[in-house]
């Protein structure tokens, strides 16, 4: 069982930068893979970033790569994601989300999710 919970959003301009975090309890937490996705009312969940427990490798929508990174300290059962030079179009409500499978940009494949926290880029 992995429970996250989610922190760091909050309102900010355009250009600025927020960098989210994700607490994870559970003794398994070091061996899932971690993903972030976003949400904005009367749409599912899209897929935003995700890095493996194993390589450490990181996956990024076309979207956010180079504005984005997603990180992990296993020490402190925390992945983050750093968003800089945000834009208005990246308001949604952002998830963790932690997953035993390769299929990291999936949504479903993800089995423990966090509550979400809002983020708002105003221009």
């Known amino acids: 069982q992995v429970q996250l919970v989610e922190s760091g959003g909050g309102l900010v301009r355009t250009g600025d930068s927020l960098r989210l975090a994700c607490a994870a309890s559970?003794?398994?937490?070091?061996?899932?893979?971690m993903g972030w996705f976003r949400q904005t009312p009367g749409v599912e969940r899209k897929f935003v970033a995700a890095?493996?427990?194993?390589?450490?490798?990181?996956y990024y929508t076309d979207s956010v790569k180079g504005r984005f990174t997603i990180s992990r300290d296993n020490a402190k059962n925390t992945v983050y994601l750093q968003m800089n030079s945000l834009r208005p179009e990246d308001t949604a409500v952002y998830y963790c989300?932690?997953?035993?499978?390769?299929?990291?940009?999936?949504?479903?494949?993800?089995?423990?999710w966090g509550q979400g926290t809002q983020v708002t880029v105003s221009s």
């Open positions: 989300a932690a997953t035993s499978t390769a299929w990291v940009s999936t949504a479903n494949e993800y089995n423990y």
């Open positions: 890095i493996l427990w194993s390589s450490g490798r990181t």
């Open positions: 559970g003794r398994t937490f070091t061996t899932y893979n």
